[in-house]
């Protein structure tokens, strides 16, 4: 079936450090959409990407869409300790199915 | 306030014991769905409903039933639990197809000795 493969799995990043995290469709998405998850939360929507090629940014965030609309990532730039939690991205293959990512989780020491 | 409420929070059962995680929202949203979490596997779909009355299987549902009478409730049943179904519940609801955001309720935490 459909599968969203997501890494890293795990990274553990120095505060100020950047971090980056990687999606990967083995089909063409209609969108991609990515949301968060904090220690002991709920996954939270924070962006939707639809067009090829297509870079959003949101402060020190900045989302991907691939020319072939089959990869995605999400860069955060000089990590802060309030960025920690895990980043799950979804694509959406046809009608509302989403299919999520494995996520990753992001430590920031400080 | 607009969101997805889910109970109970925590929930410790026994083997083959019947039981009920409640979903309601109170957006009008078309859409729900039950994804259940497991560490490495990210979020999998147990079952979705496109509206009342209307509802299929997602990537996981053995084990598990659901029901949608109204548009707010989407509940999870899971008719004889099994120590393998010890997991972190989610449900969710977006207004509909297409472009649309899922709304996570606060999770569901069960344990199943």
């Known amino acids: 079936g459909q599968q969203v493969m997501q890494i890293p799995q795990y990274q553990h990043v120095q505060e100020g450090e950047d971090f980056t995290t990687y999606c990967n469709s083995s089909t063409t998405l209609s969108n991609i959409q990515w949301y968060k998850q904090r220690p002991g939360g709920h996954p939270v929507f924070l962006i939707q990407l639809v067009k090829s090629g297509e870079v959003k940014k949101q402060k020190r965030l900045t989302f991907q869409f691939g020319e072939a609309k089959k990869n995605s990532s999400l860069h955060i730039t000089a990590t802060q300790t309030t960025d920690v939690g895990t980043y799950f991205c979804?694509?959406?293959?046809?009608?509302?199915?989403?299919?999520f990512g494995a996520g990753t989780i992001l430590r920031v020491k400080s | 306030e607009a969101q997805v409420t889910q109970n109970p929070r925590y929930l410790i059962t026994v083997t083959g014991k019947k039981l009920t995680v409640t979903c309601s929202q109170n957006m009008n949203h078309e859409y729900m769905s039950w994804y259940r979490q497991d560490p490495g596997l990210g979020l999998r779909q147990i079952y979705y409903?496109?509206?009342?009355?209307?509802?299929d299987k997602g990537d996981v549902p053995e084990g598990y039933k659901v029901s949608r009478k109204e548009k707010r409730n989407f509940p999870l049943i899971l008719e004889s639990p099994s120590p393998n179904q010890t997991s972190l519940y989610f449900c969710?609801?977006?207004?509909?197809?297409?472009?649309?955001?899922?709304?996570f309720g606060q999770g569901t935490r069960l344990t199943v000795v």
């Open positions: 409903s496109m509206n009342v009355e209307v509802t």
């Open positions: 979804a694509g959406r293959v046809y009608g509302n199915k989403l299919v």
């Open positions: 969710a609801s977006s207004p509909g197809t297409g472009l649309t955001e899922a709304f």
